[in-house]
């Protein structure tokens, strides 16, 4: 008798359960991305996946997982932890430090504009195809939060708050991996930097300095700086090409691409990082090598190393780099900082 008593109370709450979710309404509000008119000008639409639409819900539960540390294996490290506003979400140190205290082998990459990666390839190497996919790897990576999704999602089950904002997100309570990706990705996708200096240049509500013109002049210029192939210009507001190229770092470069190619001509190759919010994101380099942006010019100008693999865009291999005077070198830098988006850093929705 004991036992059928207790088979019906189960059943019932079960059933009470079952019948709260079934009876509520689910109706997430779409918020489409707010396309910053630049953008709109020079650019098609973000990829935004049809079974990922934005939505007020998603994003705000996105935001609260991308700042929450329970995603770790002992709630000590959040994808802030690594991925920091003040920095342009990156890191200012070489390597991130995990949970455990292991140090990773790869600089952290910004994360901004990433709708518009239109290549849809994502970390150094390219190895995520989606924003979703990306935001899997770093709980389960066992040098970073060093969890597994299966006790990852069961602590956000046995969280007070988080299955009603899956349901209020998603419509269901029943937290997995793939739910927990589609809304970090939404959250991700709302982090937009367009209102650098150099952007309202281009609007005309803000002046250039003759040296920030003089260095933008070395930028585009193919006999001088020559960046632009591979960084964009002022017809490219995410500065970069989202491509992958060997900069000539090395004689003897890292797989890069080619340890997910398998292709030995794609060895040494990086995907190209925006130079846009340079002032906040150092270290440079897929290794964090150079600690300024002074260095990182002097590589190009007169520290290139050659290989098999390097980019046939990368001019002046055999003199070192394209050999800018003191003053070029100058005014590149100064015009850099140009694209550095204070409003962006500063932005209350995207802080914690």
């Known amino acids: 008798m004991l036992k059928r008593t207790f088979f019906y109370t189960f059943i019932l709450v079960i059933a009470s359960s079952c019948s709260k979710e079934s009876s509520e309404v689910y109706v997430p509000v779409l918020k489409p991305i707010e396309i910053p008119r630049l953008f709109e000008n020079l650019l098609i639409a973000p990829i935004v996946p049809s079974n990922n639409p934005q939505t007020e819900e998603g994003i705000l539960l996105g935001k609260k997982l991308f700042f929450d540390p329970i995603l770790s294996a002992n709630n000590t490290q ?21 949970i455990d205290g292991k140090l990773g082998n790869r600089n952290s990459m910004p994360l901004f504009n990433m709708a518009w990666n239109f290549d849809e390839k994502f970390f150094w190497n390219g190895r995520s195809n989606s924003i979703e996919e990306q935001a899997l790897e770093p709980v389960r990576n066992p040098v970073e939060m060093h969890n597994t999704w299966v006790k990852a999602m069961a602590s956000l089950q046995d969280n007070l708050q988080y299955p009603d904002l899956f349901f209020a ?29 150099f952007d309202k240049y281009l609007a005309g509500t803000a002046q250039l300095t003759a040296s920030e ?52 001509s794609d060895r040494g190759k990086f995907k190209t990082p925006s130079i846009r919010n340079l002032a906040f994101t150092t270290p440079y ?68």
């Not at 959040?78 to 995990?98: I, L, R």
């Not at 419509?171 to 937009?192: H, M, P, W």
């Not at 046939?312 to 005077?325: A, D, F, N």
């Open 213 to 264: 013109l003089s260095g933008f002049n070395v930028f585009m210029n193919e006999a001088k700086g020559d960046c632009f192939h591979c960084h964009g210009s002022d017809k490219n507001p995410l500065w970069t090409d989202n491509k992958f190229h060997n900069n000539g770092l090395d004689n003897f470069p890292s797989k890069g691409l080619e340890s997910v190619t398998g292709n030995s």
């Open 169 to 197: 997100a998603f419509g269901t309570r029943k937290i997995d991996s793939t739910l927990v990706a589609k809304a970090l990705a939404q959250f991700e996708r709302t982090l937009i930097s367009s209102s650098a200096k």
């Open 78 to 98: 959040s994808c802030s932890s690594c991925h920091d506003p003040q920095f342009a979400f990156a890191d200012n140190k070489k390597f991130s430090e995990g």
């Open 285 to 352: 380099m897929h290794d964090g090598r150079f600690a300024t942006i002074d260095a990182v010019i002097n590589h190009y100008s007169e520290g290139l190393k050659t290989s098999r693999t390097i980019d046939p865009l990368i001019k002046k291999v055999e003199q070192g780099g394209v050999q800018l005077s003191p003053k070029e070198k100058a005014d590149l830098k100064a015009f850099l900082l140009t694209l550095s988006d204070n409003d962006f850093i500063k932005n209350a929705a995207f802080q914690n």
